[in-house]
């Protein structure tokens, strides 16, 4: 799991790792990008989050991605989890697609993505 926090491109990560970059999350240019930041405050992630009626899952205040992800997963069912798991994987494509393309997604376009896949 180690490997894993590290792993992930955010900025703070590449800054981290020496990789001539700023640790400042590019969407918000305000605070540190970590995972946890992308997946849960930054953005339109909340009213993600909110849509989808997932909201609860923005209740634990963890330090890492990593202590939060397994809390969440630990206490939900299966099909819950598939949610949570499919509204992660789009909240990242949403952030890869503005970081990468400079093209912003939409809560709705995010959203419809996500309703897709359930």
Known sequence: ME???????TAYNLYNRKI????I???CGFLPESMLHVMTVCGP??????????SWVLTPQ???FWDWFEYILWR??????????????????ARNKFVIEGKRQTIQD?????QCFM
């Open 3 to 9: 490997i894993l926090k590290r792993f992930y491109p």
């Open 20 to 23: 001539p970059s700023s640790p």
């Open 25 to 27: 999350c590019p969407r």
């Open 45 to 54: 992630v909340v009213e993600v989050w909110n849509k989808l009626g997932l």
């Open 62 to 64: 963890y330090d890492n």
């Open 76 to 93: 939900n069912c299966y099909i819950t989890c598939g949610r949570i798991i499919i509204t992660l994987w789009s909240l990242w494509f």
């Open 110 to 114: 995010i959203s419809s993505k996500i």
